[in-house]
């Protein structure tokens, strides 16, 4: 396989990020199925800070999502990380991997604190991730909650996501 190309989004990615995202959730044993509601919210919202996908051979393969969150504490500059979509034909093949580390990439260089996302510590903990007792996100269990300092002192609080994460269909459009 061609190594992807990761790219920025483009208006033109916004149904095949939209059919990947739900494909990619498709009897996920953790997903309610409204990640590609997510999406579609933050993206109406204007809290798409990096929106990446990857491409092969001309197809959107792959997405990652970077948008604000909320420190407990103030703290600013913090990320919250998802979805992150490949399509399941394509899964283990690095497309996750490249997404991930040129969202990281991109975060550093637009000055980020940090980083935080609800995932599998086995996975994301290659790229950094770990449990980071001082912050919490509610309804979540602790193992599953990870976080990254990027650049400055340590965040303390319960962190909120954007309310897009709470989407549970499209936006209306306007």
Known sequence: MRKPLIRNE???DRAAIRALTQAAFAGHPHSQQT???IVDALRQ???LTVSLVAEVEGAVVGHVAFSPVVIGD????WY???PLSVLPARQGRGIGRELMHQG????RMLGAAGCVLVGEPAYYGHFGFGRD???WLADVP???FLALTLAGPAAHGEVRFHPAFAADESPPRG
């Open 10 to 12: 483009r208006p033109a």
């Open 35 to 37: 990640e590609h509601f």
């Open 45 to 47: 919202a204007h809290a």
């Open 74 to 77: 103030g703290s600013p500059g």
């Open 80 to 82: 919250g990380v998802g």
């Open 104 to 107: 990281l990439q991109r975060l």
């Open 133 to 135: 007792a001082g912050l």
């Open 142 to 144: 602790a193992e599953y």
